[in-house]
């Protein structure tokens, strides 16, 4: 593993004034490049695969379709939460990432102890969003401030941060492992790390039909590598389902054009190769769930390798197993 190193850049904090209803206040970050590569506008040490500002203007978009109550965004929600409840510890300050902010603060129900929750998302329009929502009562005295900024530039000190939440947001990001790294440093020692991000299988349905659609209409594919809708006139709520989740592809090297023929055409292939009788079409989303803590003394510890004094074939023979 590469050395981290930690430098600066400026974002911004969203914070409620008598006056004034935003105002924007200047906050250190830090990063997970060194020197050379943050500097060096020529290198390509650092791989870029999404256009983070397309995405921030897909959330302000998004902020905007968004419907209430998804069903599918509560569900990732909750079980992300539950998760609080399994730790007996609390966690007084806690920072939630982009993805579905509105969701974990109105779904949050007090759990987890927490007395100061810090919402940050790139998107301005989606933190106001999640700002007007309706808050729940055992949230009220909760309080809530929200940071304009990036998942890769974390704006926050080492060690000031209890939980770091992350529900449907970092599946964006260019360097995965980067702002992982940034998440840890930024948690006090035995802090809890806690996402949901969409994984490999997502969406398969759609990539298989739009990649069969330009094949037979354009005689070739555009990179479809993460989750991705530009099927604008195609009859699918499906498409318009991702528009309001922010969910719609991202990738550098994507085709800014869809024509008109291959949208259709992916629609039709989409809905023979995987239609129900019933007229509805599914669609897969895996969800992969991580929980990680930063190290603390008063964590167990593994026992030495080789110190076990009971072996595997007495444990089979105490628990009377023979399949």
Sequence with gaps: MRAVSLFQRTSFLLRRRTKEPYA?????SFCTYNGDEFNSSNSTSRVKIFDRNLKRRQRDRA???MRPNDCFVDAVAENLLDRLEDCKKTFPTALCLGGSLEAIKRLLHGRGGIERLIMMDASYDMLKLCKDSQQDAS??????????????????????????????????TNDLPGAMIQC??????DGLFLAAILGGETLKELRIACTVAQMEREGGISPRVSPLAQVRDAA???IEHLRSMGETNALLQRNNILKRETALATAAIYDSMFGAEDGTIPATFQVIYMTGWREHHSQQK??????????????????GGEN
């Design 24 to 28: 924007l206040q200047p906050s250190r």
């Design 63 to 65: 902020a905007w379709l």
């Design 139 to 172: 949230n009220e005295r909760i309080e809530t401030s929200f940071v304009v900024g990036d998942e890769e530039f974390l704006p926050f000190k080492e060690s000031s941060l209890d939980t770091v939440i992350s529900c449907l947001g970092l599946h964006w």
């Design 184 to 189: 840890k440093l930024a948690l006090k020692p």
């Design 236 to 238: 699918l709520d499906l």
């Design 302 to 319: 593994a026992k030495r390798r080789g110190s076990a004094t009971v072996s595997f074939q007495d444990l089979h023979k105490y628990f």
